[in-house]
């Protein structure tokens, strides 16, 4: 089991720019949830989809937005990159109601 | 407003040294509550689940314990190995979805 994946590793953006991470789930999870994590500070939820819809949103401002798929799979965007956007995405997958599983995130640096 | 407070930010123990991490909570309806650690750069890894007051977990050197106002990771005789950041979050039971509502962590470091 590949457990939960995340693409890319790591990336480098540039103020105002577009950005899209991706996730796969692990086996067997229909659930999946993006956390932002600033450098010190413990994960913020962004939000959650299911049956490829929102199902739940943090404080985020409409520049976060995303995407399930049909296989479970899911996309964060990041639109009009601000330097306060620097963090570790991380995703979480999980069946509903049960512990969720995290991936080993992807380091986002905005200059 | 959910919300966890981890005390203390950062323990420094030697290895052999037993110690307890805590995590104070207030959530409107708690389905569970969530122990984590997490290496440098990496995502968290799970390690317990508690549900209601008075429920223990244990797993190898670690035991979590919850209350209806904090949980407790205990960690007997301590290996270097265990040196990382430990997460405790909350879930609540209403409102659907399974939003998970973080402390700030607590940084182990153990000695030789």
């Known amino acids: 089991d590949a457990g939960v994946t995340q693409s890319p590793t790591h990336l480098i953006k540039t103020r105002g720019q577009q950005v899209t991470l991706r996730c796969s789930p692990k086996?067997?999870?229909?659930?999946v949830s993006w956390y932002q994590q600033a450098l010190g500070q413990g994960p913020q939820f962004i939000f959650q989809y299911y049956e490829e819809e929102e199902r739940q949103r943090g404080n985020f401002p409409d520049r976060f937005s995303g995407h399930q798929f049909p296989n479970y799979s899911s996309e964060l965007n990041v639109n009009a990159l601000l330097l306060g956007d620097s963090a570790l995405y991380l995703c979480?997958?999980?069946?509903?109601?049960?512990?969720?599983?995290f991936g080993q995130g992807t380091r986002l640096t905005v200059v | 407003e959910d919300q966890v407070t981890q005390s203390p930010e950062a323990l420094r123990l030697q290895e052999g040294e037993s110690s307890s991490l805590n995590c104070s909570y207030t959530?409107?309806?708690?389905?569970?509550l969530f122990w984590y650690r997490q290496d440098p750069g990496k995502g968290p890894e799970f390690l317990f689940t508690l549900y209601s007051a008075g429920e223990e977990k244990e797993k190898e050197r670690l035991k979590a314990t919850l209350t209806k106002k904090e949980s407790f990771l205990h960690i007997t005789a301590p290996k270097p190995e265990d040196s990382a950041t430990y997460l405790c979050?909350?879930?609540?039971?209403?409102?659907?979805?399974?939003?998970?509502?973080f402390g700030t962590g607590t940084q182990l470091k153990v000695e030789l």
């Open positions: 979050a909350v879930e609540r039971s209403a409102g659907g979805g399974n939003k998970l509502t």
């Open positions: 959530v409107s309806g708690l389905r569970g």
């Open positions: 979480a997958s999980q069946a509903l109601n049960t512990e969720a599983f």
């Open positions: 086996s067997g999870h229909d659930t």
